[in-house]
């Protein structure tokens, strides 16, 4: 992690292009999950749909990327880390509101939450039972490609869950690979031919899953459906982070439809009720 983190210290010293960082070093600098402010702000529509003052927890969290961009709306919210030991590693202030595991021992699995967002879960982890017991209502992300999409185990449906929506992002490394071929591959560096070959094979791989409890799955639904009809109604525009010009510039625009991607839900951030 060392050797890591140096490497990442060693490319910002060289001033890259802004943002580039967030999707090359996504450990210090973002999320494994790639998000817009529209996905920050249909959490945020969930929540709210479920009680005005929404209990809201992100467990595995890391540093709390996605988690300081929810508490703009809801300031109580809180995060849970495996091991916060990577804050003093790198010398990082951790935020009072981002609990170690062993901190949380005496609460977790007997506070409740109206929201529980999942973006991350170590291959071999399996929490979900856990989580289930004590929230209503489960957001989770995870990589077509990655454990979950390709063994489950991601799912929770088999905990009393009803799958109610979901939508498709770039992960990550779908970015990564874009930013790689446009701005540090060499040999790619004179061959613009080549460059439009390989961007028309880029792909999505990240899924964004929405279940809740049954009995509130219908008020839920209708809270999202409402909320995508403002961000339609051009919301959109005025909803967004600095960085997500990276995403426009690598081809995954809002909507964007991917050609690659071959199954239904090939257009990019568009909501699907089940």
């Not at 951790?94 to 007997?110: L, M, Q, R």
């Not at 690979?177 to 094979?201: D, P, Q, V």
Request: charged share 25%.
């Amino acid at each position: 992690m060392q050797t890591a983190y140096l490497a990442y210290k060693q490319f910002n010293d060289h001033n890259p292009p802004a943002h580039h960082e967030r999707y090359i070093f996504p450990f210090f600098a973002g999320s494994y999950f790639t998000y817009r402010k529209v996905d920050v702000m249909r959490v945020i529509a969930i929540a709210n749909s479920i009680s005005p003052n929404p209990n809201y927890i992100d467990i595995g969290c890391g540093y709390g990327d996605f988690l300081t961009k929810i508490r703009q709306f809801i300031p109580d919210a809180i995060g849970l880390e495996e091991d916060t030991s990577i804050f003093y590693i790198f010398q990082r202030p951790k935020p009072d509101y981002i609990y170690s595991e062993a901190a949380a021992a005496e609460w977790f699995g007997k506070r409740s939450f109206d929201v529980s967002f999942v973006g991350w879960m170590e291959p071999g982890v399996d929490f979900r039972k856990t989580v289930s017991q004590f929230t209503k209502c489960v957001i989770t992300t995870f990589d077509a490609g990655g454990q979950c999409g390709i063994s489950g185990g991601c799912e929770y449906d088999e905990f009393g869950f009803q799958k109610i929506a979901w939508w498709r992002t770039p992960s990550w490394i779908d970015v990564n690979c874009e930013l790689m071929n446009r701005f540090y591959t060499s040999s790619l560096r004179t061959k613009k031919s080549k460059k439009e070959e390989l961007t028309k094979l880029r792909t999505a791989h990240n899924l964004w899953y929405v279940y809740t409890r049954p009995e509130i799955s219908r008020k839920v639904r209708v809270a999202l459906k409402c909320w995508l009809k403002e961000e339609h109604e051009g919301l959109y525009a005025k909803h967004r982070f600095d960085f997500e010009s990276v995403l426009d510039e690598c081809g995954f625009h809002y909507m964007e439809t991917l050609a690659a991607l071959l199954s239904k839900g090939n257009q990019l951030w568009e909501v699907r009720f089940d």
